[in-house]
């Protein structure tokens, strides 16, 4: 009888704990989509506007910057799984990228917006030298086939 108690008792500490660690996560990624990150309210409007008419004019980043974040996005891309869509019904490239995510290149650093990091990043060199656009709050951005803004919570504050 006092076994099953003690057994009883473990379970429930054992299940308390988890619950409180999945809701103290809070299910927060580290790289969102531009996109993505503007619809779970972490960039405001006035953000998405600053990127929008900054757009193209971002600064590179230092060679060992832009080692550090490629190698974090690289860690954490299952972040960007189901996600790097243009448009509502857009098949994702997530998968297909991540097959030459070698390739990955963060081509400029957009800024610091509510506390997140914004680069523009190439995931994949094309030959194509075509453009798609992509509207978010009626502002258009038009990025490389392979590229999306990416933006970054850093956690841990690394420097970029």
Known sequence: MVKKCICIILTGIVLTSTCIGLVGCGGQKQFYTLLEAYHQEL?????????????GQGRKLSEESQASV???????????RGTLIRFEGDIDASETLWDDREAIKVEYYCGN?????????????????????M??????????????????????????
């Open 43 to 55: 960039i405001t409007f006035e953000d998405l506007k600053t990127i929008h008419n900054g757009f």
């Open 113 to 133: 917006f509510s506390g997140k990091e914004a680069f523009y990043v190439e995931f994949l060199e094309s030959q194509l030298q075509w453009t798609v656009t």
């Open 135 to 160: 509207e978010i709050a009626g502002l258009e951005f038009n990025m490389g086939i392979n590229c999306w803004i990416i933006i970054w919570t850093n956690p841990d504050g690394l420097n970029v």
């Open 70 to 80: 490629k190698a974090e996005l690289i860690e954490h891309y299952d972040d960007l």
